[in-house]
């Protein structure tokens, strides 16, 4: 068992491939996949490691956009 198994992957080319072809209903959906490549970022990279660090700031960045 490897616990940084990603058991559903994400990424921005898929999501810019579901927002192109009208696959998204929700807003909601489209914000649950955007978390989800957060969620998968801390999973996969250490906390202190480059990768986990600029997930953090690209989620602050991400929620002040959003909100």
């Not at 998968?40 to 956009?65: P, R």
Request: aromatic share 14%.
């Amino acid at each position: 068992y490897d616990e940084k198994e990603i058991k559903n992957p994400m990424d921005l080319f898929t999501i810019i491939s579901k927002l192109e072809n009208d696959q998204y209903t929700s807003i909601e959906e489209f914000e649950k996949d955007i978390r989800l490549i957060f969620r998968n970022c801390y999973i996969y990279n250490d906390i202190g490691s480059e990768m986990h660090t600029l997930g953090e700031a690209l989620e602050s960045t991400f929620n002040k956009v959003w909100a």
